[in-house]
Every structure is written in structure tokens, then in C-alpha cells.
């Protein structure tokens, strides 16, 4: 489990921007090794209640908060896996665990589990206490750089899709649809520090910070 917080901006850019980004970090930064041609497919499936409260939680800007979600990248069902994202003051914790087939299925069938490691079985106690429950699938594409120092990863999201209100996460065909005007994200995570000439790559005339969430652009069409 990863248990150090981070640092991490966000910033929309125009899809102009998407090249000259792309070229200049990659002119500098590693590729990361996981990638199909620079990039790959991420399909993610987050939970919430029936209050929506990790939804409005994120649309007030509430901290400490956490959101629950499953992931897997370029439709591969054998690696899958199981994250809790939490933000405190500004810096965000992710913890990861690895599940099977039939652990997601059950997860995906809203059955909470009790055997598993500590993050699935947080997880099921909070489904048992809070109603917490599958909600909709989330697609993008993700082109990821890296750089050692500061155990620093830049990355540009783009192609927001949504499921609606598919849950259907272990359907390799599952229909979604294009999140109208979602813009492309860069992403700039860090440990302890960002060096200067990675906060120089990164900067893209008349952006500026912001806390979009895919999700939450995906939840717009509820």
C-alpha cells in the first residue's frame, strides 16, 4: 500500500496545446514503461452512496475527502485494480490492492467483501455502513511521463467517455459516450519537491489551476 501524500495540479489546455506539450515533454521526460505507443486506455468504475456524497463532496470542495474506484488499463481483466483516493489539505494519498475477476464481480453486484487485504475490506465495511455502491464506468486516454527526482509523473488525459449509467466495468464492449467539451487535462504529480525545469515544461500561457474531476463530468449527465 502507498501511504505517502502527494502533490498534484491540474490544469485544462486547449487540444492545441496537446502537441506542443507532448512534444516538449517528451523531448525531456521518460515514456512510461507501461504504455502502447506513449499511451494507454484507462477504465476506471467509481462507488458513492446514495446521496452521491463522494460526488458532492468533490463539487464543495470538502477536505479530507475520499472516493473508492476500480481500474484497468487497455482492457485488461487480469490486472484490476482496487483504489482509495484521499485529498487533505490540498495533498491527495492513494492506496492500491490488486483484485480478481470474481472479487470485482462481486464488488460490481454490490457485494461487499470480508475476505481480501485491508482496502477491500474497508471497502466492504463502508458499503455494509454507508450504502456505498457501484455507479458509473469512466474512460479516457493517458499519456504518462516520468521523471526520477521527486518521483515526478506528468500526465496529459484526453477523451473523456461515460458510461452514463453503466456499471458494466467487466464488459469489454460497454457502450460510453464522448463528455461533451471536456477539456485535456494535465496532470503534475510530486513527492517532496518539483524540480524548476519540470515546473517550466509545464507551463501553457492563460491556464490555470483547477480541481476538475472526471468524475464528477461524468456524473453531469445524471
Same mark, same amino acid.
Given at each position: 500500500?502507498?501511504l505517502?501524500?502527494?502533490?498534484?495540479?491540474?490544469?485544462?489546455? @486547449? $487540444?492545441g496545446?496537446?502537441?506542443?506539450?507532448?512534444?516538449r515533454?517528451?523531448?525531456?521526460? /521518460?515514456?512510461?514503461?507501461?504504455?502502447?505507443?506513449g499511451?494507454?486506455q484507462?477504465?476506471?468504475l467509481?462507488?458513492?452512496?446514495?446521496?452521491d456524497?463522494?460526488?458532492?463532496?468533490?463539487?464543495?470542495?470538502? %477536505?479530507?475527502r =475520499?472516493?473508492?474506484?476500480?481500474?484497468?488499463?487497455n482492457?485488461?481483466?487480469?490486472?484490476?485494480?482496487l =483504489?482509495?483516493?484521499?485529498? !487533505?489539505d490540498?495533498?491527495?494519498?492513494?492506496? /492500491?490492492?490488486?483484485?480478481?475477476v $470474481?472479487?470485482?464481480q462481486a464488488?460490481?453486484a454490490?457485494?461487499?467483501?470480508?475476505?481480501g487485504?485491508?482496502?477491500? /475490506?474497508?471497502?466492504?465495511?463502508?458499503?455494509?455502513?454507508y450504502?456505498l455502491?457501484?455507479?458509473?464506468?469512466? =474512460?479516457y486516454?493517458?499519456? $504518462?511521463?516520468v521523471?526520477?527526482?521527486?518521483?515526478?509523473?506528468?500526465t496529459?488525459?484526453?477523451?473523456l467517455?461515460?458510461g452514463l449509467?453503466?456499471? %458494466?466495468?467487466?464488459?469489454?464492449?460497454?457502450?460510453?459516450?464522448?463528455?461533451?467539451?471536456?477539456? !485535456?487535462?494535465?496532470?503534475?504529480?510530486?513527492?517532496?519537491?518539483? $524540480?524548476?525545469f519540470?515546473?517550466?515544461l509545464? /507551463?501553457?500561457?492563460g491556464?490555470?489551476?483547477t480541481?476538475?474531476?472526471?468524475? @464528477?463530468?461524468?456524473?453531469?449527465?445524471?
Amino acid at each position: 500500500l502507498r501511504l505517502l501524500y502527494r502533490h498534484e495540479w491540474k490544469h485544462p489546455v @486547449a $487540444p492545441g496545446d496537446l502537441f506542443a506539450l507532448r512534444a516538449r515533454l517528451g523531448s525531456v521526460l /521518460q515514456r512510461d514503461a507501461h504504455t502502447v505507443d506513449g499511451r494507454y486506455q484507462i477504465r476506471s468504475l467509481y462507488f458513492d452512496n446514495l446521496r452521491d456524497k463522494a460526488l458532492r463532496e468533490k463539487l464543495d470542495g470538502v %477536505e479530507p475527502r =475520499e472516493k473508492y474506484r476500480l481500474r484497468c488499463y487497455n482492457g485488461d481483466f487480469s490486472y484490476i485494480l482496487l =483504489e482509495k483516493k484521499k485529498k !487533505v489539505d490540498g495533498l491527495c494519498r492513494k492506496t /492500491q490492492e490488486v483484485l480478481t475477476v $470474481p472479487q470485482t464481480q462481486a464488488l460490481l453486484a454490490g457485494v461487499p467483501l470480508e475476505e481480501g487485504g485491508p482496502l477491500v /475490506q474497508e471497502l466492504g465495511r463502508k458499503m455494509t455502513l454507508y450504502g456505498l455502491r457501484p455507479k458509473t464506468v469512466v =474512460e479516457y486516454t493517458r499519456e $504518462p511521463f516520468v521523471y526520477g527526482p521527486g518521483n515526478v509523473r506528468v500526465t496529459l488525459d484526453y477523451g473523456l467517455r461515460t458510461g452514463l449509467f453503466s456499471t %458494466e466495468f467487466l464488459r469489454p464492449g460497454c457502450p460510453t459516450v464522448p463528455v461533451w467539451d471536456a477539456p !485535456v487535462i494535465l496532470e503534475v504529480k510530486w513527492d517532496e519537491y518539483l $524540480p524548476d525545469f519540470v515546473r517550466c515544461l509545464v /507551463q501553457v500561457p492563460g491556464t490555470r489551476r483547477t480541481a476538475f474531476s472526471k468524475y @464528477a463530468a461524468c456524473r453531469a449527465y445524471d
